[in-house]
């Protein structure tokens, strides 16, 4: 029997320009995906970049992930063609790549999420994301409903904007403060008024291409501020650290 090619809802929301919320989710069990893709968020980031977790395990995420409405992204270790292709194999149709320093770096990426003669993502008929060959016309529609957003988070990533944005098949540009805030001089203080200051003028930069941005930050002011600046998938948590901050807030009401 013949299913249609899942739609990419996130995509199509940052099209129409609509502000995505969403959560950043570092522990790698299916059972927490599960939960908290029913939380309300627009979209839940699986990360493998700064997770102990593989392949098979990503795609548990994946199927227990769809219990709820959040979109799911994924964030693979490198830009790495046969990561990439893995990934969307197993029914990834969104993916945050990680360290894109450079245009041509971006390229790499758009062709290892294409198939031949537009990319060389290696083709199989018969894969979680084609629903096992029964989703009509995948080899033909696959990059319809695709997603590649691309992380610009070093001092030379920033000053590359503009080129990167204007690669064909690149879909949205997310700042990565930490990261950034090292590559400034500045590492573990994302908030250091130089890095505050790179991190608006990037997202300024980015939206001023007809790209949407996007940024990780937990600190809730800080976050509203960069949506009033123009990101468009905003991630405003994550797992570890709300797992962290309220176990050691309860431990420490009973500790006093």
Known sequence: MMVEIPKNAFKQALREGRQQIG??????DPYLTEILSG????WLLLDSEHSPTDIRLMMLQLQAGRAGPSALIVRPQVNDPVLIKQYLDIGAQTL?????????EARAAVSAMRYPPAGIRGVATMTRASRFGRAENYLQRAEEELCLLV????????????AIADVDGVDGIFIGPSDLAASLGHRGEPFHPKVV?????????I??????????????EFAQRCMDLGTR?????SDMGLLLNGAEALAQKFSD
């Open 23 to 28: 959560f950043w989710s570092t522990i790698p």
């Open 39 to 42: 939380a309300g968020f627009d």
């Open 96 to 104: 945050l790549l990680p360290m894109i320093q450079s245009a041509d």
């Open 151 to 162: 992380q610009v988070e070093s001092k030379e990533a920033v000053e590359q904007i503009e």
């Open 197 to 205: 200051q790179t991190i608006e003028t990037a997202i300024g930069r």
């Open 207 to 220: 939206t001023a291409t007809g790209k949407p941005a996007g940024i990780l930050t937990p600190n809730v």
């Open 233 to 237: 998938f905003t991630a405003v948590g």
